[in-house]
């Protein structure tokens, strides 16, 4: 007789009904950790992904930042162009990473996951808020990398733990607002064609209505308005502030993170109510 076949083992977000009948803030960070922890994993069966990730804002260093670091045609309150542009790119490429996040959740919805994890137990701000943590951990990835080569380039970096703690955060909350808002679109679109489109217009003008590669300063007053109610002008700011040595925040860092934090957890609410609607 053959042997009875086994059952292989569920996936890691189902568990006991008990487990996940646990209430409090412990629970939340718990269930938030393990759907982080399935997204994550695809980085293991695809790491070539970092590094494709890390052409662009090398290329933005090397060649945009190089040539302007000459030309000295854009005040950058004493610091070199270089050392000024480095935190931007940093902001640019967590936020290209974050920004198309909403994609993976409808490819997930075409591979019938999504139904799966909507009808768990798993509380809908868990799922969203699992989604900005890998978001955050992917931007934390391309933090390393640029950091590598600011160095390399000669940039005065902040090495003060409390700094680099302070560049962790601002890349976590940064990552994580911009991948709930780009949730929240997937949800509203629910087909990749207009996704990608709807990310393609949003990113330009996210990053070039920002202070990233020059001051608000120097812009023209319209689009002065438009850098103040942006977050990436924020999620600059603080790393400007944290990355550079002397290096200061013009907003106040207290506003900086207030900001990120806000915004993301509001975006977070408004993405784990529009959830459900991606498998309508």
């Given at each position: 007789m053959r042997p009875p076949a086994q059952e292989e083992p569920p996936p890691a977000w189902v568990e006991e009904p008990a487990t996940w009948s646990r209430r409090g803030f412990p629970a939340f960070i718990r269930k938030t950790a393990v759907i982080?922890?399935?997204?994550?994993?695809?980085?293991?069966?695809?790491?070539?992904?970092?590094?494709?990730?890390?052409i662009q804002p090398a290329l933005w260093l090397l060649i945009f930042g190089e040539v302007f670091t000459r030309v000295r045609?854009?005040?950058?309150?004493?610091?070199?162009?270089?050392?000024?542009?480095?935190?931007?790119?940093?902001?640019?490429?967590?936020?290209?990473?974050?920004?198309?996040?909403?994609?993976?959740?409808?490819?997930?919805?075409?591979?019938?996951?999504?139904?799966?994890?909507?009808?768990?137990?798993?509380?809908?701000?868990?799922?969203?808020?699992?989604?900005?943590?890998?978001?955050?951990?992917?931007g934390l990835s391309q933090a390393v990398f640029v950091y590598g080569l600011a160095w390399l380039l000669g940039v005065d970096l902040n090495w003060h733990p409390?700094?680099?703690?302070?560049?962790?955060?601002?890349v976590l909350l940064g990552a994580g607002l911009f991948a709930t808002?780009?949730?929240?679109?997937?949800?509203?679109?629910?087909t990749r064609e207009r996704f990608m489109g709807i990310g393609q217009v949003l990113t330009m003008p996210l990053f070039f209505a920002s202070n990233a590669v020059y001051p608000v300063s120097i812009m023209p007053g319209w689009l002065k308005v438009l850098a103040h109610v942006n977050p990436?002008?924020?999620?600059?700011?603080?790393?400007?502030?944290l990355m550079l040595r002397g290096g200061s925040s013009a907003y106040g860092l207290g506003t900086d993170f207030a900001v990120l934090f806000g915004g993301g957890a509001l975006l977070t609410l408004v993405a784990a109510r529009l959830y459900p609607r991606i498998v309508v």
């Open positions: 982080a922890e399935m997204d994550l994993r695809k980085l293991a069966h695809d790491p070539f992904e970092l590094a494709t990730r890390a045609a854009i005040p950058t309150g004493g610091f070199r162009y270089l050392d000024f542009m480095a935190p931007g790119i940093l902001a640019q490429s967590v936020l290209f990473i974050a920004i198309f996040f909403g994609i993976a959740v409808i490819w997930e919805r075409d591979l019938g996951l999504v139904h799966k994890l909507v009808a768990s137990p798993v509380p809908r701000l868990s799922l969203v808020a699992g989604k900005g943590l890998a978001a955050g951990i992917r409390l700094a680099l703690a302070g560049v962790m955060a601002a808002f780009s949730l929240g679109i997937a949800c509203i679109v629910k990436l002008t924020y999620e600059v700011d603080a790393l400007r502030a």
